[in-house]
């Protein structure tokens, strides 16, 4: 069975860094590109980056362009997502997804001093 | 950027009835678009991608159809638990957009 478990989401002040993880298993995870994808309180889904299988493809979304950066460790079948200059505007919960058929059940980032 | 533009923004329902969503892209994206639900609580579930081929353990009652810029998900008998808020995804073009939204209430 396939999972996904995010991990690192917290309180964090306006201009701070948080660090997020995802630990995947039921799946061979270097054979998949990985996204993080966010989601406001009671809004919609905004797609925030992607990385390729080895790591040699990264996209992100305007919104984070420059402030966040996604990378993974295959052989900790882990995915990262390291976010700084934190607005109050990235206060969201964060879903990591195996390219996009199976998500996590996602970490809240609250940014707020 | 492709702005995915979802319609209704709500649409209230009963149970046994036919339900057409729409999606449209300001710009073709072929077949690259996916179908997902969420209900209160939870994460997105992947419905259909590619535009129209359901995912794995998906009813038939869901359908997916379309190419270029205008897609329809349709669910042919409606049942409570598709109580849901129902989102398309076009992955054509970085960046990937999703519609906002058609959330299916009951009547």
């Known amino acids: 069975e396939v999972q996904l478990v995010e991990s690192g989401g917290g309180l964090v002040q306006p201009g701070r860094s948080l660090k997020l993880s995802c630990v995947a298993s039921?799946?061979?995870?270097?054979?998949?590109?990985m996204n993080w994808i966010r989601q406001a309180p009671g809004k919609g889904l905004e797609w925030v980056a992607y990385i390729s299988s080895g790591s040699s493809y990264i996209y992100y979304a305007e919104t984070v362009k420059g402030r966040f950066t996604i990378s993974r460790d295959n052989a900790k079948n882990t995915l990262y997502l390291q976010m700084t200059s934190l607005r109050s505007e990235d206060t969201a919960l964060y879903y990591c997804?195996?390219?996009?058929?199976?998500w996590g059940q996602g970490t809240l980032v609250t940014v707020s001093s | 950027e492709t702005v995915m533009t979802q319609s209704p923004t709500s649409m209230s329902t009963s149970i046994g009835e036919r339900v057409t969503l729409n999606c449209k892209a300001s710009q073709s994206v072929g077949i690259n678009v996916d179908w997902y639900q969420q209900t209160p609580g939870q994460s997105p579930k992947l419905l259909i991608y590619g535009a129209s081929n359901r995912h794995t353990g998906v009813p038939d009652r869901f359908t997916g159809s379309g190419f270029g810029r205008d897609f329809t998900l349709t669910i042919s008998n409606m049942e409570a638990e598709d109580l849901a808020v129902y989102y398309c995804l076009q992955y054509g073009s970085i960046p990937y957009t999703f519609g906002a939204g058609t959330k299916l209430e009951l009547k």
């Open positions: 039921g799946f061979t995870f270097s054979n998949y590109g």
């Open positions: 997804a195996r390219r996009f058929l199976n």
